[in-house]
C-alpha cells in the first residue's frame, strides 16, 4: 500500500508538470466586429449625425491624461480621426513627462478586456493596467504635430484570461532586447492611459480593440531551460529515472517491514455462486407468500395440537 501511493503521487506530479490540462472551455467571446457594435452602415441617401460631445464621467480624485474638452471629442467604434488627435497628443505629452512607463500619478486599476470594451467612456484619459502577450509590434510615423511627437510603437496584444480579441497597445519605445516584428509572443504587463475602442479592418469584417498608450510596457522574457535540463528529453529521462528508484526503494523498505511477521492466515476461497445457488428452485413472489401462509398454518397448527 505505501509503494502504492509513492507511485500514484510521483505518477501525478509527472502527468500534471509534463501533461498540463487545458479546459474545455474558455472564456466567452465578445461579438467585436463593428456592426454589431455601432449598427449597421447607413445605406442610400441616409446621414448620420453626431450628438454633441460629453465629457468624461467625473470621479474622485479624478487624473485624466488629456483635457475634459479633448477626450470629449473622441469617438468610439471609429478609425483615428482628426478629432481625436488633440486628445491623443496630449496623452503622449503626459506619458513623455512621466517618464516612460512609469505613469505614477494615479493608481492604475486593472482592467479586463470586457470593460474597456463594454464601458470606454468610463475609462477614457484614465490609467488602467493590463496583462497579456503581444503577438506584433511595429513601428509606425506619427502625423505631423507641433507636439514633438515623431515616432511611435503600436503593438496587438492578446489579453490574459480573453477573449481572443487583441488590444492595441500604442507606446513610445519597447524595453530593450525585446523582439519585434509581425509573429511575436512577448509577456508583458501594460499600465498606461485607455484612449478609445478602435475600428480596424480584420480578416473577416471590420472589428474593433481597445487602445492603451504607455511609455513602455512591462516586459517579462521567458528564460529558456538550458539544453539537456528539465525542459529537454534529458529531464524527462530524469524524472523517470527517479520515479523508477522511488518504486524500487519503497518495494524494498515494504519487504523489510514485513519480515519477522506472522504470515496472515490466506483469505477463505471465494464461493463459487453458481455452485451455491444450484440446488434452489427458482420461484415468483406469489408463489413465496402462499408457501409462507401455508407454513405459518401447520405450525399453528402443532402448536393447538401439543400438550400442555
Not at 474545455?24 to 463593428?34: E, F, I, K, M, S
Not at 530593450?176 to 480578416?203: D, H, Q, R, S, W
Not at 529515472?241 to 514485513?258: E, F, I, N, Q, Y
Request: with cysteine; hydrophobic share 40%.
Amino acid at each position: 500500500m505505501p509503494a502504492g501511493l509513492v507511485v500514484v503521487a510521483l505518477l501525478s506530479w509527472v502527468e500534471h508538470t509534463w501533461f498540463p490540462r487545458h479546459g474545455a472551455g474558455g472564456p466567452a467571446q465578445l461579438d467585436t466586429r463593428l456592426e454589431a457594435v455601432a449598427g449597421p452602415a447607413p445605406r442610400g441617401d441616409e446621414v448620420v449625425i453626431e450628438r454633441d460631445p460629453e465629457p468624461p464621467d467625473a470621479a474622485p480624485g479624478d487624473d485624466l491624461a488629456a483635457s475634459r474638452t479633448a477626450l470629449a471629442r473622441v469617438r468610439d467604434a471609429t478609425t483615428f480621426r482628426d478629432a481625436d488627435n488633440d486628445a491623443w497628443f496630449q496623452v503622449w505629452q503626459t506619458l513623455e513627462g512621466q517618464d516612460g512607463s512609469s505613469a505614477g500619478r494615479a493608481r492604475p486599476r486593472d482592467v479586463s478586456f470586457r470593460e474597456l470594451f463594454g464601458q470606454p467612456r468610463s475609462f477614457r484619459g484614465r490609467l488602467v493596467r493590463m496583462k497579456g502577450t503581444l503577438r506584433r509590434a511595429e513601428r509606425l510615423a506619427a502625423p505631423p504635430n507641433d507636439y514633438g511627437v515623431d515616432r511611435y510603437w503600436q503593438c496587438w496584444m492578446e489579453p490574459a484570461g480573453g477573449p481572443s480579441s487583441p488590444v492595441v497597445i500604442q507606446c513610445l519605445t519597447l524595453p530593450a532586447g525585446m523582439p519585434t516584428g509581425l509573429a511575436i509572443g512577448e509577456p508583458v504587463e501594460v499600465t498606461g492611459y485607455f484612449f478609445k475602442n478602435f475600428a480596424y479592418n480584420a480578416a473577416d469584417a471590420i472589428r474593433v480593440a481597445p487602445v492603451i498608450m504607455t511609455g513602455e510596457p512591462g516586459w517579462r522574457p521567458v528564460v529558456a531551460a538550458p539544453r539537456g535540463g528539465l525542459g529537454g528529453p534529458g529531464g524527462v529521462t530524469l524524472v523517470v529515472a527517479a520515479t523508477v528508484a522511488a518504486v524500487v526503494g519503497a518495494t524494498w523498505l515494504g519487504g523489510l517491514a514485513s519480515r519477522g511477521r506472522k504470515p496472515a492466515e490466506p483469505p477463505p476461497p471465494a464461493a463459487d455462486l453458481d455452485a451455491a445457488l444450484a440446488a434452489v428452485e427458482p420461484f415468483s413472489i406469489e408463489e413465496s407468500l402462499r408457501r409462507l401462509a401455508a407454513d405459518q398454518a401447520d405450525r399453528g397448527g402443532a402448536a393447538g395440537g401439543r400438550p400442555s
